[in-house]
């Protein structure tokens, strides 16, 4: 029997009670996801996400997905400085000059990681051998905003010349591919 099965669905205490909140918990955060699209995708909403609510880029992703071309990493590489004032322009998105040039900057960036690695997927997954780390946290207070490993990540991208990609952004990217599975033990997801 699992834990949704006992009684109520007990979730992260991060969820709350947003519909598109819980959706989110309950269908992508934690669960791993490859395809160098998506993970593009995460990498540019975690990196928008700096400074706001995670509530706020989930009402806004539709318009991310229309305007980064549906996070196509060689169409975004190719968007100009015309693209990028018509970008800031359209509250569909946060409209932050910064947040828009480091998405464009990102994916010119991906494009070399992925000619050195094969993949975005290969990149990021090799770096927990491609296994997810399974913590077991009692509650959201004891999640860490940052590890060793993703302040590694954060070097390493930022060596390379990615932007928005410091160790706290790159923890909550880590959190939202499963390349960390940080569901509470309480949570119905929690993995024990």
Avoid at 6 to 33: F, S, T
Avoid at 67 to 92: G, W
Avoid at 104 to 130: C, M, P
């Amino acid at each position: 029997m699992t834990k949704a099965e006992k009684g109520a669905i007990a979730r992260c205490e991060w969820a709350g009670n947003d519909p598109l909140m819980i959706a989110y918990h309950d269908y992508e955060w934690g669960q791993p996801v490859h395809g160098d699209q998506k993970l593009f995708e995460f990498l540019v909403l975690e990196g928008a996400q700096a400074g706001l609510s995670w509530s706020t880029i989930l009402k806004k992703r539709e318009g991310y997905r229309r305007l980064f071309h549906n996070f196509d990493i060689e169409k975004v590489a190719r968007m100009t400085d015309v693209d990028q004032a018509r970008l800031l322009k359209d509250s569909a998105i946060v409209r932050n000059r910064l947040k828009v040039a480091s998405a464009i900057n990102n994916a010119k960036v991906t494009l070399k990681i992925r000619q050195e690695y094969g993949s975005l997927d290969h990149y990021f997954w090799s770096y927990v051998n491609h296994q997810p780390i399974l913590n077991h946290f009692a509650s959201s207070a004891d999640l860490p905003d940052q590890t060793e490993l993703s302040k590694a990540i954060s070097k390493d991208l930022k060596k390379r010349g990615c932007n928005f990609v410091g160790p706290t952004i790159i923890y909550a990217f880590m959190q939202a591919i499963g390349m960390v599975n940080d569901h509470v033990t309480s949570c119905y997801l929690s993995p024990v």
